[in-house]
Structures are given as structure tokens and as C-alpha cells.
């Protein structure tokens, strides 16, 4: 199986993050899936934002969960990061979802409550893949370990992954005890040791956030089962000569 390339915020070296533009630009580049990042509005809407705050990759600042869900889309998204972008807007998971869902993508939903550890969020996310059909195409991720475990009680079957930058004794034997099918590692925890791991207990391993050619190459050479990128388009062509 080749190493399936995730664009990691969408293309999110070429557009601003997490929004229409950069997945727009990840999928007509090739990439196999698309990983995104998911916080909770004040009025309890999932929205694509990587921090709790919008001070870095908008025009206003303070935290997420203190703005509406239409105050969210007075915010320019894309200013920052070009004038090309200007007026790009935050978007909800759902129009993420409706915009996934007849391309044939893979889905690494990635919930951002290891630092807020938001209400419902788990249930929210999970009814909207039910309501789109994008359960088993969706992987869902999380740094926080207790998020996995209470997604895992509202649908025992649905594949979860543990985020982690931690060098843990036992990593992967931990992570299967908390039922996910997926461990999501730092590039420095990168190993044969925890390819082989993960190979034996039947865990895909993905690799994030690969930029450099060189990081591409060692992802390849050791089968990782995806690896996460900015530069999906760089990925791909890296990956032939792999093939
Ligand atoms: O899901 C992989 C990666 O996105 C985790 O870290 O901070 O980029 O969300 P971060
Ligand atoms: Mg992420």
C-alpha cells in the first residue's frame, strides 16, 4: 500500500488554512485526504479553526467559543496570509462536509479540545457524519485521550486515532486500549520500531507534518500509511519516485 498524502489544513502553504480555498487547492492537487482542524462556536456550532483563539489567522482577536457562529463570518480569514485572500471567511464543519462529500477524499477530523475541552463536541461532530453519510471515510483525531474514549461510546466503530508529540513507554498498546485504529505521531517519533508496532496490532500509523523532501522520503521508505502536508502537491510528486 503506497503512503496516502493528507493536506494538513488543506494546501496550507499555498492558502489560508482551514479554509475553502486551501481545500479546494488540496484536492485539485491530488491529495487523498484532508485533515482539518474543529472548535466550537458560542452558539455551539463546529467551525474549522486550528487555535482557540482567532488572533493569529483572522482580522480580530479573542477566543473562539466567545463568537457567534455568524460573528465568525464577519471575520476575514485570509488577509493574513495574502492580500489574494482577502474576505476569505471561516467555515463550519458542515459546509466542509457538504463540500467533501461527493469527491472521493478521505476525512481526518481533528477535535481541538485538548486545551478547551468543549461540551458535546464529540456528539455534534458525530451526527453531522451521519446526517453527510461520511462515517467511513472520516477518521477522527484528538491530542486528548479522554475525547476518544467518549467517541468511542457513541459509536464503537468508527475509527479513531490518538494524536500525540510525546515519546510514551507502550505508545502503541496504549493506544489500542483506547480503542482507536490509528496512532498520529510527531515526525521525531518516527521509527521502524513503531512501524513494526503498529504493523503487528493492525494500526495505521500517519506522520505529521511532513514539509521536507527528506521527512517525505523516510515516510515513504518505511510505509507509513499516510503522512500530513502543507504541500500536497510537492508530497505527491516526491512519492513517485517511490513507486
Ligand atoms: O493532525 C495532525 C496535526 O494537525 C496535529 O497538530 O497542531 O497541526 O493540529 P496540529
Ligand atoms: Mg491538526
Same mark, same amino acid.
Given at each position: 500500500?503506497?503512503?496516502?498524502?493528507?493536506?494538513?489544513?488543506?494546501?496550507?502553504?499555498?492558502? #489560508?488554512?482551514?479554509?475553502? #480555498?486551501?481545500?479546494?487547492?488540496?484536492?485539485?492537487?491530488?491529495?487523498?485526504?484532508?485533515?482539518?482542524?474543529?472548535?466550537? &462556536? *458560542?452558539?455551539?456550532?463546529?467551525?474549522?479553526?486550528?487555535?482557540?483563539?482567532?488572533?493569529?489567522?483572522?482580522? &480580530?482577536?479573542?477566543?473562539?467559543?466567545?463568537?457567534?457562529?455568524?460573528?465568525?463570518?464577519?471575520?476575514?480569514?485570509?488577509?493574513?496570509?495574502?492580500?489574494?485572500?482577502?474576505?476569505?471567511?471561516?467555515? &463550519?464543519?458542515?459546509?466542509?462536509?457538504?463540500?467533501?462529500? #461527493?469527491?472521493?477524499? +478521505?476525512?481526518?477530523?481533528?477535535?481541538?479540545?485538548?486545551?478547551?475541552?468543549?461540551?458535546?463536541?464529540?456528539?455534534?461532530?458525530?451526527?453531522?457524519?451521519?446526517?453527510? *453519510?461520511?462515517?467511513?471515510?472520516?477518521?477522527?483525531?484528538?491530542?486528548?485521550?479522554? &475525547?476518544?474514549?467518549?467517541?468511542?461510546?457513541?459509536?464503537? *466503530?468508527?475509527?479513531?486515532?490518538?494524536?500525540?508529540?510525546?515519546?510514551?513507554?507502550?505508545?502503541?498498546?496504549?493506544?489500542?486500549?483506547?480503542?482507536?485504529?490509528?496512532?498520529?505521531?510527531?515526525?521525531?517519533?518516527?521509527?521502524?520500531?513503531?512501524?513494526?508496532?503498529?504493523?503487528?496490532?493492525?494500526?495505521?500509523?500517519?506522520?505529521?507534518?511532513?514539509?521536507?523532501?527528506?521527512?517525505?522520503?523516510?515516510?515513504? +521508505?518505511?510505509?507509513?500509511?499516510?503522512?500530513?502536508?502543507?504541500?500536497?502537491?510537492?508530497?505527491?510528486? +516526491?512519492?513517485?519516485?517511490?513507486?
Amino acid at each position: 500500500m503506497k503512503t496516502l498524502v493528507f493536506a494538513h489544513r488543506g494546501a496550507s502553504k499555498r492558502a #489560508p488554512e482551514n479554509t475553502m #480555498p486551501s481545500f479546494q487547492l488540496a484536492y485539485e492537487m491530488g491529495a487523498e485526504g484532508i485533515e482539518t482542524d474543529v472548535q466550537l &462556536s *458560542k452558539d455551539g456550532i463546529p467551525v474549522l479553526i486550528h487555535d482557540e483563539t482567532v488572533r493569529r489567522t483572522t482580522n &480580530s482577536v479573542g477566543f473562539v467559543q466567545d463568537y457567534t457562529y455568524e460573528q465568525l463570518q464577519n471575520l476575514d480569514a485570509g488577509s493574513w496570509f495574502s492580500e489574494k485572500y482577502e474576505n476569505t471567511r471561516i467555515i &463550519s464543519l458542515e459546509d466542509f462536509l457538504i463540500w467533501a462529500q #461527493p469527491k472521493q477524499l +478521505q476525512l481526518n477530523i481533528e477535535l481541538k479540545n485538548n486545551v478547551i475541552d468543549y461540551e458535546n463536541l464529540e456528539k455534534k461532530v458525530y451526527d453531522l457524519l451521519i446526517k453527510y *453519510k461520511l462515517v467511513k471515510r472520516t477518521t477522527i483525531s484528538s491530542f486528548n485521550p479522554v &475525547s476518544l474514549e467518549r467517541f468511542k461510546q457513541i459509536d464503537r *466503530k468508527i475509527a479513531t486515532a490518538l494524536l500525540t508529540s510525546q515519546r510514551i513507554n507502550g505508545l502503541v498498546d496504549y493506544t489500542s486500549g483506547l480503542g482507536a485504529k490509528a496512532l498520529h505521531i510527531k515526525y521525531r517519533l518516527l521509527n521502524s520500531k513503531v512501524v513494526e508496532e503498529c504493523r503487528e496490532k493492525d494500526m495505521k500509523l500517519r506522520i505529521y507534518t511532513i514539509n521536507r523532501a527528506g521527512a517525505m522520503k523516510k515516510c515513504f +521508505q518505511l510505509h507509513t500509511d499516510a503522512i500530513f502536508t502543507d504541500v500536497p502537491d510537492i508530497a505527491i510528486e +516526491q512519492r513517485r519516485l517511490f513507486e
